[in-house]
């Protein structure tokens, strides 16, 4: 049955939707857009992770009246869910679930990095380029993550987000997909996949390309987390991401030899827009404060990774990282995105895109590369749920250390006229810890 957008917003809202593929974006906001489609992106784009993949065999229906619901909220009439097309099983599961009045349908797109870039996947599925500095919505576009639809559906029930599926995988015993309560410890989850197989091995949050080292493996999960991947404290990503900024504008002073492959393989270049990150690493290599826009494009990087970990695989330097540093520099500066050109994709898009299995191969993962089965839920005896893993303000705690809570229990609450989100407990417990940016629950059975 159709409901009002104002309920359905007012529902995910409460139940403390965010973009589950990595960018916290409160989906409320996506959804109070007015748009012609709404892309289901289940493209799983990052090497190893196969979360998406398990939530849309095991429960198309779920994602699909998701789907349907954000469909309603935006007043789009067409439904699109993008996946790989040579996932014939997820194809096959998806297919007899489908609305027979043809308002939902599947994209199937290629096996390539970064297929699940919402600037690349709206390209892809619907033909349409998303200007520099914009939004899908520029296009008559809302794109969100499969599991995120997943939770809009459970949301408008009433059920608020207190878990998500998670990939465990690379250098642990016994690699799966286990759905279990947000904020639970990364050892413990490592430890449910039979820990690693090295005591110094190092755990990224998501997947290899975009994922970030985790520090203190005592924290918890984020609604964010896709997965969590262990690999050998000498690995390729894992020097790469521990690389300090000076670091790394010391190395490319001294080794960028402007071959322009960082350029040619940039997928946000390829879709026409003005980054051109060899440029970039000129303004570093020479100390240069013009031309302003190749400092400025910073705003247009996606952080993909494609440039350090791909195009610059012999110099390994990092256009990546200093575009994430100038950013940064920019918004304290209060300065904004200047770029808005129009974005014509260039026709070296075609064939320039970067097959998975080459980035298995050149970053030494194919080792890695096993199968995860889904092994359910899995339930934990302590949770540090994380305040700040989303878009916008942090949530402020609203609980206090010796509160009993049940699970669902609203927890934390961005302040309401900023963009943020709501957190709730994950497991029925008592509050043992709040923190600036955490709050601890010690569970019933604990
Ligand atoms: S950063 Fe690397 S890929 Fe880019 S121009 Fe320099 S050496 Fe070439
Ligand atoms: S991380 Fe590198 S390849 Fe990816 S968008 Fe930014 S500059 Fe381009």
New binding site residues.
Partial sequence: MSQPSGAIITAVRSAGVVGSGGGGFPTHVKLAANVDTVIANGSECEPLLASDKALLKENPTLVIDGLRIAMEATGATKGIIAIKGHYRDVVAALGPHLPSDRSIGIFELENYYPAGDEFLTVYDATGRAIPEGGLPLDVGVVVANVLTLAQVSHAVNGKPVTERPVTITGSVRTPMVATIPVGTPYKDAIAMAGGTLEADDVLLDGGPMMGCVVEDVNRGIAKTTSGIIALPADHIIVRTRQTTISQMVKKSKAACCQCFR?TD?????LIGHS?Y?HMTMRTIDYNLAEPVDHITSAF?????????LV?CDFMILS??KI?AEYRKALIDRGIRNPHRKTASPLPELAYRKVPISLILKKLDLQRFAKPAPSIGYRSVSMVRIPLDRHAGAAALPVTAVGQTVRMGDVIAASPEDFLGSVCHASIAGKVTDVASDWIEIQGNQS
């Fill in positions: 960082c393989l940039c997928p946000r270049n980054l990150p247009l990087c996606s952080q993909c990774g494609v440039c350090e195009a256009p990546r575009y």
